[in-house]
Protein backbone atom coordinates (compact mmCIF):
# COMPACT_ATOMS: atom_id res chain seq x y z
CA UNK A 1 0.00 0.00 0.00
CA UNK A 2 3.02 2.49 0.99
CA UNK A 3 3.51 2.95 -2.78
CA UNK A 4 0.30 4.40 -3.74
CA UNK A 5 -0.24 6.65 -1.07
CA UNK A 6 1.21 10.14 0.52
CA UNK A 7 0.16 9.56 3.56
CA UNK A 8 -1.63 5.86 5.00
CA UNK A 9 -4.25 8.11 6.66
CA UNK A 10 -5.27 8.44 2.94
CA UNK A 11 -6.58 4.82 4.03
CA UNK A 12 -6.01 4.25 7.18
CA UNK A 13 -5.22 4.50 10.35
CA UNK A 14 -6.20 7.52 13.66
CA UNK A 15 -6.40 11.11 13.79
CA UNK A 16 -7.46 13.07 17.45
CA UNK A 17 -10.43 15.48 17.44
CA UNK A 18 -11.98 17.84 19.53
CA UNK A 19 -15.16 19.32 19.80
CA UNK A 20 -16.51 23.33 19.77
CA UNK A 21 -19.42 24.34 21.26
CA UNK A 22 -22.16 23.12 24.00
CA UNK A 23 -22.26 20.39 26.30
CA UNK A 24 -19.49 18.55 24.48
CA UNK A 25 -17.00 21.26 24.05
CA UNK A 26 -13.27 20.36 23.82
CA UNK A 27 -14.26 16.81 24.48
CA UNK A 28 -11.21 14.48 22.77
CA UNK A 29 -12.10 11.85 20.51
CA UNK A 30 -9.79 9.77 18.34
CA UNK A 31 -11.25 8.45 15.39
CA UNK A 32 -10.11 5.28 13.89
CA UNK A 33 -10.58 3.69 10.19
CA UNK A 34 -9.12 0.18 9.26
CA UNK A 35 -9.46 0.81 5.35
CA UNK A 36 -12.02 -1.76 5.38
CA UNK A 37 -15.31 0.15 5.70
CA UNK A 38 -15.41 0.32 9.52
CA UNK A 39 -14.88 3.54 11.70
CA UNK A 40 -15.05 4.42 15.15
CA UNK A 41 -14.73 7.45 17.38
CA UNK A 42 -13.12 6.47 20.83
CA UNK A 43 -14.53 8.87 23.14
CA UNK A 44 -11.06 9.46 25.33
CA UNK A 45 -13.13 11.69 28.27
CA UNK A 46 -15.69 9.56 28.51
CA UNK A 47 -13.98 6.55 29.80
CA UNK A 48 -12.35 6.01 26.54
CA UNK A 49 -16.02 4.03 25.38
CA UNK A 50 -17.04 3.86 21.59
CA UNK A 51 -19.52 6.67 20.84
CA UNK A 52 -20.18 6.36 17.42
CA UNK A 53 -19.55 3.40 15.05
CA UNK A 54 -20.32 3.18 11.60
CA UNK A 55 -19.25 0.05 8.90
CA UNK A 56 -19.50 0.74 5.19
CA UNK A 57 -21.59 3.88 5.51
CA UNK A 58 -23.87 2.63 7.50
CA UNK A 59 -24.56 3.78 11.69
CA UNK A 60 -24.55 0.51 13.61
CA UNK A 61 -24.75 2.41 17.26
CA UNK A 62 -27.55 4.52 19.15
CA UNK A 63 -26.77 8.01 19.48
CA UNK A 64 -29.06 9.50 22.13
CA UNK A 65 -30.82 12.80 22.44
CA UNK A 66 -28.37 14.34 24.91
CA UNK A 67 -25.62 14.10 22.66
CA UNK A 68 -22.10 14.51 23.61
CA UNK A 69 -21.99 15.44 26.90
CA UNK A 70 -18.65 16.38 28.88
CA UNK A 71 -17.84 14.83 32.35
CA UNK A 72 -17.93 18.13 33.73
CA UNK A 73 -22.15 17.76 33.89
CA UNK A 74 -22.17 14.65 35.24
CA UNK A 75 -25.23 14.36 37.74
CA UNK A 76 -24.09 11.41 40.45
CA UNK A 77 -27.19 11.79 42.30
CA UNK A 78 -29.95 9.03 41.35
CA UNK A 79 -30.38 8.30 37.67
CA UNK A 80 -28.93 11.70 37.02
CA UNK A 81 -26.79 9.45 34.38
CA UNK A 82 -29.22 9.92 31.95
CA UNK A 83 -28.96 13.44 31.71
CA UNK A 84 -25.51 12.28 30.08
CA UNK A 85 -26.40 9.26 28.67
CA UNK A 86 -25.09 9.15 25.14
CA UNK A 87 -25.34 5.58 24.70
CA UNK A 88 -23.31 5.02 21.48
CA UNK A 89 -22.19 2.21 20.30
CA UNK A 90 -21.06 1.04 24.15
CA UNK A 91 -21.05 2.32 27.36
CA UNK A 92 -19.01 0.92 30.28
CA UNK A 93 -20.88 0.43 33.09
CA UNK A 94 -18.94 -0.17 37.04
CA UNK A 95 -16.58 -0.38 38.45
CA UNK A 96 -18.46 -0.33 41.87
CA UNK A 97 -22.06 -0.36 40.69
CA UNK A 98 -24.60 -1.30 37.37
CA UNK A 99 -27.82 -0.83 37.30
CA UNK A 100 -30.41 0.62 39.49
CA UNK A 101 -29.77 3.20 41.78
CA UNK A 102 -30.24 2.00 45.30
CA UNK A 103 -28.29 2.17 48.77
CA UNK A 104 -25.56 -0.91 49.88
CA UNK A 105 -24.04 -0.96 53.29
CA UNK A 106 -25.53 2.80 53.72
CA UNK A 107 -23.64 3.87 49.73
CA UNK A 108 -26.10 5.60 47.84
CA UNK A 109 -25.08 4.37 44.47
CA UNK A 110 -26.20 6.02 41.27
CA UNK A 111 -27.41 4.39 38.28
CA UNK A 112 -24.71 2.33 36.26
CA UNK A 113 -21.65 3.77 37.86
CA UNK A 114 -19.17 6.84 37.62
CA UNK A 115 -16.95 4.99 35.47
CA UNK A 116 -18.33 6.25 32.10
CA UNK A 117 -18.22 9.60 33.04
CA UNK A 118 -13.99 9.73 34.13
CA UNK A 119 -11.47 11.14 31.51
CA UNK A 120 -9.47 8.44 30.26
CA UNK A 121 -5.45 9.03 30.07
CA UNK A 122 -3.90 7.85 26.58
CA UNK A 123 -1.33 5.77 27.20
CA UNK A 124 -0.05 5.22 23.33
CA UNK A 125 -1.34 3.99 19.63
CA UNK A 126 0.83 1.47 18.46
CA UNK A 127 0.40 0.35 14.50
CA UNK A 128 1.78 -2.20 12.03
CA UNK A 129 0.70 -3.98 8.83
CA UNK A 130 -1.89 -6.01 11.03
CA UNK A 131 -3.76 -3.96 13.27
CA UNK A 132 -3.65 -0.22 15.18
CA UNK A 133 -3.19 -0.92 18.88
CA UNK A 134 -5.07 2.17 21.07
CA UNK A 135 -3.93 1.85 25.02
CA UNK A 136 -5.83 3.78 27.37
CA UNK A 137 -5.94 4.00 32.23
CA UNK A 138 -8.82 5.30 33.67
CA UNK A 139 -8.88 5.28 37.49
CA UNK A 140 -11.78 5.61 39.76
CA UNK A 141 -10.72 6.39 42.97
CA UNK A 142 -11.42 8.15 45.95
CA UNK A 143 -9.20 9.92 49.18
CA UNK A 144 -9.33 7.42 51.90
CA UNK A 145 -11.20 4.96 49.80
CA UNK A 146 -11.19 2.59 46.82
CA UNK A 147 -8.88 2.77 44.10
CA UNK A 148 -9.24 1.38 41.06
CA UNK A 149 -7.60 1.34 37.93
CA UNK A 150 -8.73 0.14 34.49
CA UNK A 151 -6.45 -0.63 31.75
CA UNK A 152 -8.18 -0.69 28.62
CA UNK A 153 -6.67 -1.70 25.23
CA UNK A 154 -8.33 -1.60 21.72
CA UNK A 155 -7.16 -3.59 18.89
CA UNK A 156 -8.74 -2.98 14.97
CA UNK A 157 -8.00 -5.17 12.89
CA UNK A 158 -6.39 -4.17 9.18
CA UNK A 159 -7.11 -7.23 7.96
CA UNK A 160 -10.95 -7.71 8.82
CA UNK A 161 -13.68 -5.82 10.09
CA UNK A 162 -13.17 -6.81 13.44
CA UNK A 163 -11.92 -5.06 16.96
CA UNK A 164 -11.72 -5.56 20.22
CA UNK A 165 -11.29 -4.40 23.81
CA UNK A 166 -9.79 -5.88 26.99
CA UNK A 167 -10.10 -4.47 30.61
CA UNK A 168 -7.58 -5.06 33.18
CA UNK A 169 -9.00 -3.69 36.58
CA UNK A 170 -6.95 -3.54 39.16
CA UNK A 171 -7.49 -2.66 43.03
CA UNK A 172 -4.75 -0.53 44.38
CA UNK A 173 -6.27 0.02 47.47
CA UNK A 174 -5.60 -2.03 50.49
CA UNK A 175 -9.32 -3.01 51.08
CA UNK A 176 -11.36 -5.10 49.18
CA UNK A 177 -13.87 -3.64 47.22
CA UNK A 178 -17.17 -4.71 45.02
CA UNK A 179 -16.70 -5.35 41.10
CA UNK A 180 -19.10 -4.85 38.69
CA UNK A 181 -18.90 -4.21 35.26
CA UNK A 182 -21.49 -4.35 32.39
CA UNK A 183 -20.71 -3.40 28.78
CA UNK A 184 -23.60 -1.50 27.94
CA UNK A 185 -23.58 -1.94 23.75
CA UNK A 186 -26.37 -0.23 21.79
CA UNK A 187 -27.76 -1.23 18.31
CA UNK A 188 -29.34 1.64 16.67
CA UNK A 189 -31.27 2.57 13.23
CA UNK A 190 -30.14 1.71 10.63
CA UNK A 191 -28.76 -1.51 12.39
CA UNK A 192 -31.79 -1.43 14.35
CA UNK A 193 -35.04 -2.10 11.93
CA UNK A 194 -38.10 -3.83 12.68
CA UNK A 195 -36.88 -6.72 10.10
CA UNK A 196 -33.84 -7.26 12.77
CA UNK A 197 -32.85 -10.47 13.21
CA UNK A 198 -31.34 -11.05 16.56
CA UNK A 199 -29.75 -14.04 17.53
CA UNK A 200 -29.22 -15.12 21.14
CA UNK A 201 -28.05 -18.85 21.45
CA UNK A 202 -29.12 -19.46 25.11
CA UNK A 203 -29.67 -22.57 28.00
CA UNK A 204 -32.81 -20.78 29.11
CA UNK A 205 -34.04 -16.70 29.72
CA UNK A 206 -35.07 -14.99 32.37
CA UNK A 207 -37.73 -11.96 32.36
CA UNK A 208 -36.40 -8.97 34.64
CA UNK A 209 -40.42 -8.20 35.47
CA UNK A 210 -43.58 -9.39 35.48
CA UNK A 211 -44.30 -6.70 32.03
CA UNK A 212 -41.06 -8.28 30.56
CA UNK A 213 -42.55 -11.92 31.25
CA UNK A 214 -45.57 -10.92 29.27
CA UNK A 215 -43.82 -10.52 26.03
CA UNK A 216 -41.47 -13.62 27.00
CA UNK A 217 -42.61 -14.89 23.47
CA UNK A 218 -41.35 -12.13 21.27
CA UNK A 219 -38.38 -10.80 22.93
CA UNK A 220 -36.16 -11.68 19.92
CA UNK A 221 -38.91 -9.70 17.41
CA UNK A 222 -37.58 -6.42 16.71
CA UNK A 223 -40.73 -4.09 15.67
CA UNK A 224 -41.30 -0.12 15.13
CA UNK A 225 -41.06 2.68 16.99
CA UNK A 226 -43.92 2.86 19.44
CA UNK A 227 -44.94 6.26 21.05
CA UNK A 228 -44.72 5.39 25.20
CA UNK A 229 -42.78 2.30 25.08
CA UNK A 230 -42.16 1.05 28.29
CA UNK A 231 -38.61 -0.76 28.20
CA UNK A 232 -38.12 -4.81 28.79
CA UNK A 233 -35.04 -6.69 29.61
CA UNK A 234 -34.43 -10.71 29.62
CA UNK A 235 -31.90 -12.44 31.55
CA UNK A 236 -29.79 -14.95 29.65
CA UNK A 237 -27.83 -18.02 29.84
CA UNK A 238 -26.04 -17.64 26.41
CA UNK A 239 -24.69 -20.71 24.84
CA UNK A 240 -20.71 -21.21 24.30
CA UNK A 241 -19.08 -22.26 21.19
CA UNK A 242 -15.25 -22.65 20.84
CA UNK A 243 -15.24 -21.59 24.07
CA UNK A 244 -16.67 -18.41 23.36
CA UNK A 245 -20.60 -16.91 24.28
CA UNK A 246 -21.73 -15.02 20.76
CA UNK A 247 -24.94 -13.02 20.19
CA UNK A 248 -25.41 -11.25 16.75
CA UNK A 249 -28.10 -8.66 14.97
CA UNK A 250 -28.14 -8.98 10.75
CA UNK A 251 -30.22 -6.30 9.25
CA UNK A 252 -31.65 -7.79 6.12
CA UNK A 253 -32.56 -4.15 5.18
CA UNK A 254 -28.92 -2.79 4.80
CA UNK A 255 -27.31 -6.15 4.70
CA UNK A 256 -24.76 -5.77 7.08
CA UNK A 257 -24.93 -7.09 10.72
CA UNK A 258 -22.59 -7.94 13.20
CA UNK A 259 -21.36 -10.76 15.76
CA UNK A 260 -20.27 -10.15 19.78
CA UNK A 261 -18.12 -12.63 21.26
CA UNK A 262 -16.84 -12.75 24.78
CA UNK A 263 -15.55 -15.12 27.58
CA UNK A 264 -18.44 -15.93 29.27
CA UNK A 265 -15.78 -17.39 32.10
CA UNK A 266 -15.47 -13.61 33.15
CA UNK A 267 -18.98 -11.92 32.03
CA UNK A 268 -21.51 -14.82 32.85
CA UNK A 269 -24.54 -12.47 33.04
CA UNK A 270 -25.83 -11.23 29.36
CA UNK A 271 -29.06 -9.06 29.50
CA UNK A 272 -31.24 -7.46 26.44
CA UNK A 273 -32.58 -4.36 26.65
CA UNK A 274 -35.66 -3.89 24.51
CA UNK A 275 -36.53 -0.25 24.06
CA UNK A 276 -38.97 0.76 21.14
CA UNK A 277 -40.02 3.84 21.58
CA UNK A 278 -40.13 6.73 19.35
CA UNK A 279 -36.55 8.34 19.55
CA UNK A 280 -35.41 6.39 21.73
CA UNK A 281 -35.11 3.46 19.50
CA UNK A 282 -32.41 1.20 20.60
CA UNK A 283 -31.54 -2.35 21.72
CA UNK A 284 -28.92 -3.16 24.44
CA UNK A 285 -26.95 -6.17 24.21
CA UNK A 286 -24.87 -6.16 27.35
CA UNK A 287 -22.41 -9.23 28.57
CA UNK A 288 -21.52 -8.75 32.44
CA UNK A 289 -20.13 -9.81 35.80
CA UNK A 290 -23.83 -8.96 36.99
CA UNK A 291 -27.11 -7.93 36.30
CA UNK A 292 -28.75 -4.46 35.87
CA UNK A 293 -31.25 -4.71 39.10
CA UNK A 294 -28.65 -2.56 41.31
CA UNK A 295 -25.37 -3.96 44.00
CA UNK A 296 -27.64 -4.13 46.40
CA UNK A 297 -29.40 -6.98 44.78
CA UNK A 298 -26.42 -8.67 43.43
CA UNK A 299 -25.06 -8.88 47.00
CA UNK A 300 -28.40 -10.48 48.53
CA UNK A 301 -28.62 -13.24 45.82
CA UNK A 302 -24.73 -13.74 46.07
CA UNK A 303 -24.00 -12.65 43.14
CA UNK A 304 -21.55 -9.35 43.81
CA UNK A 305 -18.21 -9.97 42.90
CA UNK A 306 -15.14 -8.48 44.82
CA UNK A 307 -11.27 -7.67 44.08
CA UNK A 308 -9.07 -8.19 47.01
CA UNK A 309 -6.21 -5.28 47.46
CA UNK A 310 -3.82 -5.74 44.70
CA UNK A 311 -6.07 -8.12 42.84
CA UNK A 312 -6.38 -7.93 39.39
CA UNK A 313 -9.59 -9.08 36.78
CA UNK A 314 -9.42 -9.11 32.52
CA UNK A 315 -12.74 -8.64 31.18
CA UNK A 316 -13.46 -8.11 27.44
CA UNK A 317 -15.45 -8.59 24.02
CA UNK A 318 -15.08 -8.16 20.34
CA UNK A 319 -17.05 -7.67 17.49
CA UNK A 320 -16.89 -8.96 13.72
CA UNK A 321 -18.50 -6.86 11.22
CA UNK A 322 -20.36 -8.48 8.20
CA UNK A 323 -21.99 -8.14 4.94
CA UNK A 324 -23.30 -12.03 4.97
CA UNK A 325 -26.24 -13.34 6.81
CA UNK A 326 -25.56 -14.38 10.41
CA UNK A 327 -25.53 -18.40 11.25
CA UNK A 328 -24.95 -18.79 15.09
Given at each position: ??????????????????????????????????????????????????????????????????????????????DGFLKS???????????????????????????????????????????????????????????????????????????????????????????????????????????????????????????????????????????????????????????????????????????????????????????????????????????????????????EKGMLQ???????????????????????
Amino acid sequence: MKDYVGNPLQIRGCEEYRLQGGKGDNMRFLCIRNGLGLECWISLDRAGDLSRLSFKGDNFGFFSSCGYVSPAYYDHKGDGFLKSFTAGFFTTCGLTAVGEPCTDEGEELPLHGTLSNIPAVLGGIREDDAALTVELTVKDATFGGRILVLKRTYVFSYTENRFSVSDTVTNEGEAASPYMIMYHCNMGYPLLQEDSVVSIPNHGVTPRNAHAADSLGEALKMEKPQAGYEEMCYYYDVCEKEGLAKVSIYSPSIRKGLVMEYDKTNLPCFTQWKMMGKTNYVLGLEPGNCTPDGRNVMREKGMLQFLQGGESRTTGVSFLFTEEEIKL
